[in-house]
């Protein structure tokens, strides 16, 4: 639910954009791909009136960096950028995270282009010069459809001993073992590892993650818990784990099989 309070029509025209405030309870992360200055200040901006958190980065390459490494609810992504264009970017983002929604910005209008876009994996498609009610418009609908698509829920197996359906935690040498081999692990991935496995299928909340593995108030900015659960869920995928991390959006994490 938020509340809309003093919102003015705004446009995305050259330099031209007036102000919006939308608050709203519960932010949402959106990553802005886009090497133009001016438009990326004034976007970033707005959007953060609007009530979102908004990560900006200007290069497509560092796009996909942040899109994979983030817990990113929606992307902005501009169609011609540095080291990586806005094609090959959403590609990418789309093979590994298929259910993240892309909203592809260029000023460029001919039918070929927008087709493309939308077969590199973009969702949804605006031109520039845009209005930005329209763009606030469009981010709340993907996002609400997002929201709306439930998380599938595994079958969470009985809590198992040290050894883990094959996975062998040596909690002395913070090494991770399993069928393809074995990685150590940080002293944070194994503190956050350790307290998941502590109860297998139990959702720990954020608050509580980051209280006995950080030792400090959540802050609900902070994306560091987000950034060390993907990486633990890829030190899994490295030695062939038959477990994973699973999200419960805006609530916590948890262990079970796959």
């Given at each position: 639910m938020c509340n809309v309070c003093g919102r003015s029509r705004q446009s995305v025209h050259g330099n031209r954009m007036l102000s919006a405030e939308v608050i709203t309870l519960h932010?949402?992360?959106?990553?802005?791909?886009?090497?133009?200055?001016?438009?990326?200040?004034?976007?970033?901006?707005?959007?953060?009136?609007?009530?979102?958190?908004?990560?900006?980065?200007?290069?497509?390459?560092?796009?996909?960096?942040?899109?994979?490494?983030?817990?990113i609810d929606l992307v902005l992504m501009d169609l011609m950028l540095p080291e990586l264009d806005g094609l090959a970017a959403s590609r990418e983002i789309a093979r590994h995270r298929p259910d993240l929604p892309i909203i592809m910005l260029t000023?460029?209008?001919?039918?070929?282009?927008?087709?493309?876009?939308?077969?590199?994996?973009?969702?949804?498609?605006?031109?520039?010069?845009?209005?930005?009610?329209?763009?606030?418009?469009?981010?709340?609908?993907?996002?609400?459809?997002?929201?709306?698509?439930?998380?599938?829920?595994?079958?969470?197996?009985?809590?198992?001993?040290?050894?883990l359906m094959g996975l062998t935690v040596d909690s002395d040498a913070r090494v991770l073992k399993g069928a393809n081999g074995e990685t150590a692990l940080t002293p944070k991935e194994f503190d956050l590892l350790e307290l998941l496995l502590s109860e297998p299928g139990h959702l720990f909340s954020r608050e509580e993650i980051v209280q006995k593995v950080w030792h400090h108030q959540y802050s609900s900015g902070s994306r560091t818990l987000d950034v060390h659960v993907r990486q633990v869920r890829a030190r899994l995928e490295e030695v062939g784990a038959a477990v994973t991390i699973y999200a419960t959006r805006g609530v916590g994490y948890r262990v079970a099989g796959q």
């Amino acid at each position: 639910m938020c509340n809309v309070c003093g919102r003015s029509r705004q446009s995305v025209h050259g330099n031209r954009m007036l102000s919006a405030e939308v608050i709203t309870l519960h932010p949402r992360f959106l990553l802005l791909v886009e090497d133009d200055a001016t438009i990326a200040d004034l976007l970033v901006y707005n959007l953060k009136r609007a009530g979102y958190e908004v990560f900006h980065e200007r290069d497509g390459r560092a796009g996909v960096h942040a899109a994979l490494s983030y817990d990113i609810d929606l992307v902005l992504m501009d169609l011609m950028l540095p080291e990586l264009d806005g094609l090959a970017a959403s590609r990418e983002i789309a093979r590994h995270r298929p259910d993240l929604p892309i909203i592809m910005l260029t000023a460029r209008r001919d039918k070929a282009t927008i087709l493309e876009g939308f077969e590199a994996g973009a969702d949804d498609y605006i031109v520039k010069p845009f209005d930005l009610d329209e763009l606030l418009a469009r981010i709340a609908a993907r996002l609400k459809r997002s929201a709306d698509v439930p998380e599938a829920e595994p079958d969470v197996p009985s809590p198992w001993p040290v050894d883990l359906m094959g996975l062998t935690v040596d909690s002395d040498a913070r090494v991770l073992k399993g069928a393809n081999g074995e990685t150590a692990l940080t002293p944070k991935e194994f503190d956050l590892l350790e307290l998941l496995l502590s109860e297998p299928g139990h959702l720990f909340s954020r608050e509580e993650i980051v209280q006995k593995v950080w030792h400090h108030q959540y802050s609900s900015g902070s994306r560091t818990l987000d950034v060390h659960v993907r990486q633990v869920r890829a030190r899994l995928e490295e030695v062939g784990a038959a477990v994973t991390i699973y999200a419960t959006r805006g609530v916590g994490y948890r262990v079970a099989g796959q």
